[in-house]
């Protein structure tokens, strides 16, 4: 059974940071590319940032110089670390896992008020 388990979320004050984590089980985490996505109400979910299995990461404009994506292979854990946070960041933060076919979590809320 494959399991994507996303923690870290919360509220935090503008400026503030948090670290998001997603546990995944049930795959061989090391070949899949992992991801963050977000989506805010009215919003559709949105890319925020990807790593490869040889650890290349993508990042979406309005996120880069702020959070990063690692990923550590021995925990099957893939990590956002946000900092200067922002009002827009406010969403579900949901991790993805792809590999010829794509897993998703169960989302975590973020919310960053004005």
């Known amino acids: 059974q494959v399991q994507l388990v996303e923690s870290g979320g919360g509220l935090v004050q503008p400026g503030g940071s948090l670290r998001l984590s997603c546990a995944v089980s049930?795959?061989?985490?090391?070949?899949?590319?992992m991801g963050w996505y977000r989506q805010a109400p009215g919003n559709q979910r949105e890319l925020v940032a990807t790593?490869?299995?040889?650890?290349?990461?993508n990042y979406a404009d309005s996120v880069k110089g702020r959070f990063t994506i690692s990923r550590d292979n021995a925990k099957q854990t893939v990590y956002l670390q946000m900092n200067s946070l922002k009002p827009d960041d406010t969403a579900v933060y949901y991790c993805?896992?792809?590999?010829?076919?794509?897993?998703w979590g169960q989302g975590t809320q973020v919310t960053v008020p004005p």
């Open positions: 790593i490869t299995s040889d650890t290349s990461t």
């Open positions: 049930g795959i061989t985490f090391s070949r899949y590319t």
């Open positions: 993805n896992a792809y590999w010829f076919k794509a897993w």
